[in-house]
């Protein structure tokens, strides 16, 4: 038997990051992941020559992101990506965010709409936008941000769980403008945290059961049984699900009902001189409808190293909740949708070389219609049962930022 007196299962940023912060007040916990290497979503990948992030791209400057940089010993390793021009394929065309996509009328009636009251407390992403702003905002760019980043529809997002910020919310320290990576790319980080732990995060390990059990909690896992007074589930929606049904059932049931769309994330790479003119940008998301991709990210654009001398690398995402069969289609079906994007908009000459598809069964949780009761089932569970936290971007934002601060307010 194993003791701990703080247990974490899941080794993605939620669980590493809390699990550093209690080692830094003296605690060390102890994490359990069931994958092979840590990082949850956040995965890099090197092949042939390319740098290939099979998650997350790239994230949001932060003090808690530079902070623990610092403390992971990552600081000289840290990449700014340049300020690059983002785009919208509208009508066949490539629009510079915002004013190329949105129009003269669209911005008299955005400032107009600044009189407006609010809406309801159930008021979608693509509502609140069409009626602050009018409905060509809400079309060309409220709807391909949410289905480009989130893979979501802006007509089920709800806008005060998406985007707290527009409603007075405050985020954790600062944030600044700039996106950052590593040099190794993303999972430098939570490689670095787990490496930093030792032999109290482990890797490779299945949980099979939690009970409660003399005022803490006996974890029957493939090393066998863990015991600890403190548990964070840090999995997963589903997983957390799937682990928290014999101990809190309003919770497991909220969670099983947390609906992440499947993803494809396609790497294709061309030759410089394949495009008609060089691409310059951080890349493009696709007013829905215009195309079968959400949107792509020109990843060489942005960090050195991401690909070879005279190659370009495009990270491309399909699928989502919009179109989730597009995300298991067969690579030559997918090689093909990216071609035409490509040669549409993009003046590709010639098709691209597919690198990698990396398909996500359940990619980014939507803090849908059903978020309100999912947060209110998790609080009145961690308050009912001392010693029980759930963390994960089903909950406190779907960003490495987000996630970042919510571990850190945890562990606090």
């Not at 996500?360 to 308050?383: K, V």
């Given at each position: ?5 703080t ?34 979503a956040?995965?890099t ?6 740098l ?63 009189l ?55 985020r ?5 403008h ?9 999972s ?19 949980v ?31 997983e ?8 809190a ?9 947390v ?11 061309w ?8 691409l ?15 949107g792509a ?6 960090f050195?190293g991401?690909?070879p001398?005279g ?6 995402f ?5 179109h ?16 035409e ?12 070389r ?8 359940a990619?980014?949780p939507q803090?849908?219609?059903g ?23 089903y909950?406190?934002?779907v960003?490495v930022?987000d ?10």
């Amino acid at each position: 038997m194993i003791e701990s007196s703080t247990l974490v299962l899941g080794g993605g940023f939620s669980g590493l990051v809390f699990a550093h912060e209690r080692k830094k007040r003296g605690e060390e916990a102890l994490v359990l992941d069931s994958a092979a290497e840590p990082g949850g979503a956040a995965r890099t990948v090197a092949q042939e020559g390319f740098l290939l992030e099979l998650g997350p791209n790239t994230v949001r400057e932060s003090d808690a992101l530079i902070r623990l940089a610092r403390e992971a010993g990552l600081e000289n390793e840290i990449l700014f990506a340049p300020r690059l021009p983002r785009f919208i394929e509208w009508g066949g065309k490539l629009r510079k965010v915002p004013f190329a996509a949105l129009g003269i009328a669209g911005m008299l009636r955005g400032a107009a709409g600044l009189l407006l009251p609010r809406g309801d407390g159930e008021e979608t992403v693509y509502c609140h936008f069409e009626r602050r702003f009018g409905r060509s905002v809400a079309d060309r760019l409220a709807s391909p941000f949410v289905s480009g980043i989130w893979a979501g529809d802006a007509r089920r997002l709800v806008a005060r769980h998406a985007f707290p910020t527009l409603f007075g919310a405050r985020r954790e320290g600062k944030r600044g403008h700039r996106l950052l990576s590593f040099r190794g790319g993303l999972s430098a980080l939570p490689r670095a945290l787990a490496s930093g732990l030792g032999d109290r995060s482990r890797a490779g390990v299945g949980v099979s059961e939690i009970v409660r059990r003399d005022g803490g909690f006996s974890v029957s896992t493939s090393l066998g049984e863990v015991r600890c007074e403190r548990l964070v589930v840090a999995t997963s929606a589903s997983e957390a699900a799937r682990l928290s049904a014999g101990i809190a059932p309003a919770a497991s049931e909220a969670l099983s009902r947390v609906y992440a769309p499947p993803l494809a994330v396609a790497h294709c790479a061309w030759n410089a001189g394949d495009f008609d003119r060089p691409l310059a940008g951080f890349g493009h998301l696709v007013v829905p409808g215009e195309a079968r991709i959400l949107g792509a990210v020109w990843s060489s654009c942005l960090f050195p190293g991401r690909a070879p001398g005279g190659q370009v690398l495009i990270t491309v995402f399909l699928g989502g909740t919009l179109h989730p069969e597009i995300a298991s289609l067969p690579e030559e079906q997918i090689l093909a949708s990216v071609d035409e994007d490509a040669r549409r908009v993009l003046g590709a000459r010639r098709p691209p070389r597919l690198l990698r598809v990396t398909r996500h069964a359940a990619a980014i949780p939507q803090y849908d219609g059903g978020h309100g009761a999912l947060l209110a089932a998790l609080d009145f569970t961690e308050r009912e049962i001392p010693g029980l936290r759930f963390l994960g971007n089903y909950r406190g934002g779907v960003s490495v930022p987000d996630v970042v601060d919510s571990a850190i307010s945890s562990a606090g």
